[in-house]
């Protein structure tokens, strides 16, 4: 197993991790270990089908001193520590913005596909050394010789908000897009050319770099607590989802 792991603390009782994997066809479940302090065992919480962990304890309320391991079979990544870059006063603004998203403001839950720049070519049909497509029919990716490049899904909630449908023009020839206004948390970080898929199935591609809140006392500034972004509707889902090269998109 080779994979690439970041972890952050995201609220008082939140922290998230997040990996991604050499081998973007890799569907295998991973384990995920734990413990409370450093003399204490790592212990298994879970399994997870996905690339991303959230884990939300009552352990983890004041306690910084807590690692874990990611494992698949036998093999384990780690100690993992997890970035502390918030204080109290600003897990505690992430927590408020989490609770009105899910409970107060119209969120909506989603699935995130992180864009990772990374596998982004078909292992099947793309051949890195000529560095062009040496198949003309591909079982594992849409064609196109892309395939992989994202990591997730990342189950969270979301606040989409009306917009109209714009005409934009594309080599004279009209062509209708909707970009609507939407705003999250800080689980996960959002960047251009992320995909969101909303509670109603519809997939929205983020047209530019979001807009990161970090309010907070004057020594931490890295500490991210609401982002604001804008959402580009995408029509073509079917192929979208093949060409994401992660499974599990419609469950
Ligand atoms: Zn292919």
Known sequence: MNIKVTAERKTVDTVFLQWVSDDPRERTDYDIYFAPSDTEQLRKIDTVPTYNFIHNS??????HRIRYEIGKGASRIGPIYPE?????YLYALADQYCWQLKYALQGVPCDVYCYTNTDNYCPECWSKESNKQI???CNTCDG????GGYTGPVKCYISIMDGAETDNYVGGVSKPRTILRAWLGNIPLINKNDIIVDSLKRVFRVT????????GSEQNTRFIVKQTLLIEKLDDNQKFYQTL???RANE
């Open 208 to 215: 530019g770099d979001p807009e990161r809140t970090t309010a």
């Open 144 to 147: 196109s010789g892309r395939y």
């Open 58 to 63: 009552k352990e983890l309320i004041d306690n």
């Open 84 to 88: 502390n870059n918030g204080d109290k």
């Open 135 to 137: 198949k003309t029919k």
């Open 245 to 247: 090269g992660i499974g």
